[in-house]
């Protein structure tokens, strides 16, 4: 069996353990002229560890086939799968300059599911459905952003890495019920997104992968 899917997930909550300095918060001297205080500008730091929730929805494809070539067919199926996912998130970034690179580790809990036909069977056969559900979702990426010149509290990037996850096969004959098997598939995943620092060691933010 092969799964592709895409992803959108929106970070309900992302709480960083970071610092944010002002500028212009170094103590007045208190000898000399005094000065009228400029205001205060937050330089945003992306340094730091993080936890968070997540979620999200998901459409995509998972195509395979039953039966054997020696005895039985095999006989195919395209699934087409939609649903919803939610789910917590942890990782740590460094800022270099303008440059964030970080790593991030995400599971998930998902409906992301469909069913279709079986295809190619002898004329007579009853019908056979195919259904398969993803149940879990985990996720291991590398992270690259970018913070362009005044806009420093966005930070666009991109992801890429290794995902791992648990689907249903159930395979459901007219007038013989249906068999049900546990499937562990790992493949590789890769995104862009767009994180909001909303105020101090809050941060919110969209993903597509």
């Not at 009228?36 to 997540?54: E, L, Q, R, V």
């Not at 270099?96 to 002898?122: E, Q, R």
């Amino acid at each position: 069996m092969k799964r592709q899917f895409a992803i959108i997930t929106a970070a309900v909550f992302s709480a960083m353990i970071v610092n944010t300095a002002m500028a212009g918060d170094v103590p007045a001297s208190s000898k000399g002229p005094s000065y009228i205080k400029a205001p205060s500008a937050t330089i945003w730091n992306w340094s730091g560890f993080y936890a968070g929730g997540h979620f999200g929805y998901g459409w995509g494809q998972a195509d395979g086939s039953i039966g054997s070539s020696t005895t039985f067919g095999p006989f195919a199926y395209d699934t087409d799968t939609t649903g919803w996912l939610y789910g917590g998130q942890i990782g740590a970034q460094r800022q270099l300059g303008s440059l964030v690179l970080g790593v991030n580790l995400d599971l998930s809990k998902s409906d992301i599911g469909g069913s279709s036909a079986v295809s190619g069977l002898p004329v007579g056969f009853p019908a056979v459905t195919a259904s398969n559900t993803l149940h879990w979702l985990g996720t291991a990426e590398a992270k690259v952003g970018y913070l362009f010149a005044g806009y420093d509290h966005l930070l666009p990037f991109v992801t890429a890495g290794a995902a791992c996850g648990r689907s249903d096969l159930s395979i459901s004959t007219t007038g013989f019920g249906a068999t049900s098997n546990k499937v562990d598939k790992c493949g590789w995943v890769a995104g862009l997104g767009l994180e909001y620092m909303l105020m101090q060691n809050v941060v919110v933010g969209v993903k597509y992968q």
